[in-house]
């Protein structure tokens, strides 16, 4: 079975995307295609991982470190210019977006805006070179959404800082070098007494699981962190409580940006892929393009696509004039989310029989799109995030407390 031959996509309007951006949205596509797109399907069969001389080899073109500052290693570039090139590359072989994405809106981000010059001096050339790479270590078995119940403590003793705890669903667990690990800092229930601070993965104490073997993702590996009492210096706390959390959240919306321009690229994937194959699959004498049903079909997916990437556009183009919204990100994220579900599945649909092979990509592009919908923040979770913004309150999901026999609190 021979895969049909691919439309050249066709990008934003030169109102929406500067020069600079479509040059770079071209040499993207060009790697994309000539370095993984004849190995993206083997590659997802085998589970294969990014090796480091890959990272190493994006670091080389710069791109990890786009929207990262020029007095570390990077190019101090916006982040459309980072996420352009997330994008390309995720609709090819998403291992390879997932490096530039991490680089340049994750735990470096984090750095940046956070940490302390010494931090920064230390982590980002690594980070923005490919030698290095730092994931971020927030879910625990009982803290997933509800992340302030993290029980993973940071017990400060004079010029050491002491890490205990198991971080689960970590995201290039066990093949990241630098974890910012989010923790309990002192007793402090609730969000006040979160931290974070950089563990090593050299460190002793510091050990993973087994790679998580998942319905998609299967070339981004995925572990559990285990921490056991491992010292690292005072110097490696990023933020402390009690206004650290806040921080901390405020900054994984930049992260999210990430996850929605993957699920951006699965379903601008998935719409040029089936553009291409309608014109050229023919039943009942002609190409199924001209049938109803399937024009239908097409104009759904393009008004999904589409609606989600301008919704991912002005959030990204806040973020870059120095106005974040976290409505914006959360909407945007909500919508990439659920469009890359509805338009993978709809693309299989068209394919017919063909969209249920590998050979097409289309399965694939789909078990990743679910994926997406639950890392950074579950669809229903960002739901929730926007009433909260749109009243201007908070909403507490957990059960109200009970009142003790003794007049205290349960």
Same mark, same amino acid.
């Given at each position: 079975?021979?895969? %049909?031959?691919?439309?050249?996509?066709?990008?934003?309007?030169?109102?929406?995307?500067?020069?600079?951006?479509?040059?770079?949205?071209?040499?993207?596509?060009?790697?994309?295609?000539?370095?993984?797109?004849?190995?993206?399907?083997?590659?997802?069969?085998?589970?294969?991982?990014?090796?480091?001389?890959?990272?190493?080899?994006?670091?080389?073109?710069?791109?990890?470190?786009?929207?990262?500052?020029?007095?570390?290693?990077?190019?101090?570039?916006?982040?459309?210019?980072?996420?352009?090139?997330?994008?390309?590359?995720?609709?090819?072989?998403? %291992?390879?977006?997932?490096?530039?994405?991490?680089?340049?809106?994750?735990?470096?981000?984090?750095?940046?805006?956070?940490?302390?010059?010494?931090?920064?001096?230390?982590?980002?050339?690594?980070?923005?070179?490919?030698? +290095?790479?730092?994931?971020?270590?927030?879910?625990?078995?009982?803290?997933?959404?509800?992340?302030?119940?993290?029980?993973?403590?940071?017990?400060?003793?004079?010029?050491?800082?002491?890490?205990?705890?198991?971080?689960?669903?970590?995201? +290039?667990?066990?093949?990241?070098?630098?974890?910012?690990?989010?923790?309990?800092?002192?007793?402090?229930?609730?969000?006040?007494?979160?931290?974070?601070?950089?563990?090593?993965?050299?460190?002793?104490?510091?050990?993973?699981?087994?790679?998580?073997?998942?319905?998609?993702?299967?070339?981004?590996?995925?572990?559990?962190?285990?921490?056991?009492?491992?010292?690292?210096?005072?110097?490696?706390?990023?933020?402390?409580?009690?206004?650290?959390?806040?921080?901390?959240?405020?900054?994984?919306?930049?992260?999210?940006?990430?996850?929605?321009?993957?699920?951006?690229?699965?379903?601008?994937?998935?719409?040029?892929?089936?553009?291409?194959?309608?014109?050229?699959?023919?039943?009942?004498?002609?190409?199924?393009?001209?049938?109803?049903?399937?024009?239908?079909?097409?104009?759904?997916?393009?008004?999904?696509?589409?609606?989600?990437?301008?919704?991912?556009?002005?959030?990204?183009?806040?973020?870059?004039?120095?106005?974040?919204?976290?409505?914006?990100?959360?909407?945007?994220?909500?919508?990439?989310?659920?469009?890359?579900?509805?338009?993978?599945?709809?693309?299989?649909?068209?394919?017919?029989?063909?969209?249920?092979?590998?050979?097409?990509?289309?399965?694939?592009?789909?078990?990743?799109?679910?994926?997406?919908?639950?890392?950074?923040?579950? %669809? +229903?979770?960002?739901?929730?995030?926007?009433?909260?913004?749109?009243?201007?309150?908070?909403?507490?999901?957990? %059960?109200?407390?009970?009142?003790?026999?003794?007049?205290?609190?349960?």
């Amino acid at each position: 079975m021979t895969t %049909p031959p691919e439309p050249r996509p066709a990008d934003p309007g030169p109102a929406a995307q500067p020069t600079e951006v479509s040059e770079l949205r071209e040499i993207a596509r060009q790697v994309a295609e000539k370095r993984y797109a004849p190995h993206a399907e083997q590659w997802d069969r085998d589970r294969t991982a990014i090796t480091h001389d890959e990272r190493r080899y994006l670091g080389s073109l710069g791109w990890l470190g786009i929207a990262l500052p020029e007095e570390y290693g990077g190019a101090g570039g916006t982040f459309a210019e980072a996420l352009t090139v997330v994008e390309e590359l995720a609709k090819v072989w998403p %291992p390879a977006a997932f490096q530039v994405f991490e680089a340049n809106v994750g735990p470096a981000q984090h750095l940046v805006r956070l940490g302390t010059e010494d931090q920064k001096r230390r982590f980002l050339p690594g980070v923005i070179s490919g030698d +290095n790479a730092m994931a971020i270590g927030i879910s625990e078995p009982d803290a997933g959404s509800a992340a302030t119940d993290m029980v993973t403590r940071a017990e400060i003793r004079g010029d050491t800082v002491v890490v205990r705890g198991l971080k689960r669903w970590i995201s +290039n667990g066990g093949d990241a070098d630098r974890y910012l690990v989010y923790c309990r800092m002192n007793d402090t229930p609730g969000a006040k007494g979160i931290g974070a601070v950089i563990v090593e993965a050299d460190r002793k104490g510091v050990s993973f699981g087994a790679r998580e073997r998942l319905m998609g993702f299967r070339g981004l590996p995925s572990a559990d962190v285990i921490l056991d009492d491992v010292e690292v210096p005072v110097e490696n706390i990023v933020v402390r409580p009690p206004d650290g959390f806040r921080a901390l959240f405020s900054m994984f919306s930049i992260e999210r940006l990430g996850n929605t321009t993957m699920s951006l690229a699965l379903g601008q994937a998935a719409l040029d892929k089936t553009i291409a194959y309608v014109q050229q699959r023919e039943q009942f004498g002609r190409p199924i393009a001209e049938f109803q049903a399937v024009q239908v079909s097409l104009a759904d997916m393009l008004l999904d696509v589409e609606s989600a990437r301008m919704l991912r556009d002005r959030a990204v183009a806040g973020l870059d004039a120095g106005t974040p919204s976290t409505l914006h990100v959360s909407l945007a994220k909500l919508a990439a989310n659920e469009m890359a579900k509805r338009v993978t599945d709809m693309a299989m649909m068209l394919h017919g029989a063909n969209g249920y092979t590998e050979e097409y990509g289309l399965e694939r592009m789909h078990r990743d799109a679910h994926g997406w919908a639950l890392a950074g923040g579950t %669809p +229903n979770i960002q739901r929730t995030r926007i009433a909260s913004e749109l009243l201007g309150r908070s909403f507490d999901q957990r %059960p109200a407390r009970r009142a003790a026999a003794g007049g205290g609190e349960a």
